[in-house]
C-alpha cells in the first residue's frame, strides 16, 4: 500500500462543474502539498498545508490531520485546469516529498 | 529570478552509455532535490542536498548514480551504463533550507529515453 493514495485516478468534469479531488495518508507527516503537473513534466506548488483550509483562486485546499485526508476542490472549472494534481507530504525533517500517483483531470467544454 | 532551469529538456541515449544532467536552482536556495518520474506515477525521491553536502540518498540510486553540488549552488546528476530501466523524467527542485515548511520550487525536467 501506498503511504499516499490519492482519488479518482482520472477525472472528466465538464466546464463550470465542481470538482474534489482526495488525498488519504498513512504516516505522521509535518505538511501536506498539492501540485499541479501540465503535460511537458513542469510541477507548480498550489498549496502548502498543515492544518485547516486555504483558498487560493478557485481553489480550495483543505485537511484533516486527525483523519490523514485532503481534499483539494476547485470551482467553477475550465479547460485551462486540465491537469495532473499531485498530492505529496513531508514526512522527515527536510522538504523530501512523498508523492502521489496523481489524478488526471480534463475539463471539456 | 528565472526559476529552477534543467539542462537538457531531453536527452536519448542508447544502452550503455553514461548521461550527466544539470540542475541550477533558485539563487538564494540552499536547498537541492533531485526526483525521478515514470509514466503514469508520481515522483520519486532520490537524493538531495543542503549547501554543498549531499545529506540524503534513496535506495533507488544505485552506483550507476552519482549526483554532485560542488559548489552548493548547481547540482550534477549522472547515470553511468545506462538501462532501459533509466527511461524517466528527471525532476529537480530547490528549497529555502531552515523550515521544514518550505516550499518546493520545480523545475521542468530532463525527460531520458534509453534505447
Known amino acids: 500500500k501506498n503511504e499516499v493514495e490519492q482519488s479518482p485516478q482520472n477525472l472528466t468534469a465538464q466546464e463550470g462543474e465542481f470538482i474534489t479531488i482526495n488525498c488519504s495518508y498513512s504516516v505522521g507527516i509535518s505538511a501536506l502539498h498539492w501540485l499541479q503537473q501540465h503535460p511537458g513534466g513542469g510541477i507548480v506548488s498550489l498549496f502548502m498545508?498543515?492544518?485547516g483550509k486555504k483558498k487560493h483562486g478557485r481553489l480550495i485546499a483543505t485537511i484533516n490531520i486527525q483523519e490523514k485526508h485532503s481534499s483539494l476542490h476547485i470551482t467553477a472549472s475550465h479547460p485551462r485546469d486540465s491537469a495532473v494534481y499531485i498530492c505529496?507530504?513531508?514526512?522527515?525533517?527536510?522538504?523530501?516529498?512523498?508523492f502521489g500517483t496523481g489524478t488526471r483531470l480534463q475539463v471539456t467544454l | 529570478d528565472t526559476g529552477v532551469s534543467q539542462d537538457p529538456r531531453h536527452k536519448i541515449t542508447k544502452r550503455g552509455q553514461n548521461v550527466t544532467f544539470r540542475c541550477d536552482p533558485i539563487?538564494?536556495?540552499?536547498?537541492l532535490y533531485w526526483y525521478r518520474q515514470t509514466l503514469g506515477q508520481g515522483p520519486e525521491f532520490l537524493t538531495y542536498?543542503?549547501?554543498?553536502?549531499?545529506?540524503?540518498k534513496s535506495r533507488l540510486l544505485s552506483d550507476r548514480f552519482s549526483a554532485e553540488r560542488p559548489k552548493g549552488s548547481f547540482s550534477t546528476l549522472e547515470i553511468q551504463r545506462t538501462e532501459q530501466g533509466d527511461s524517466a523524467m528527471y525532476l529537480c527542485?530547490?528549497?529555502?533550507?531552515?523550515?521544514?515548511?518550505?516550499?518546493?520550487?520545480f523545475g521542468n525536467g530532463t525527460r531520458l529515453t534509453v534505447t
Open positions: 539563487s538564494e536556495h540552499n536547498r
Open positions: 498545508l498543515s492544518s
Open positions: 505529496a507530504v513531508n514526512t522527515g525533517t527536510a522538504s523530501k516529498l512523498t
Open positions: 527542485a530547490s528549497s529555502m533550507g531552515g523550515t521544514v515548511r518550505s516550499p518546493l520550487h
Open positions: 542536498f543542503q549547501n554543498e553536502a549531499q545529506l540524503e
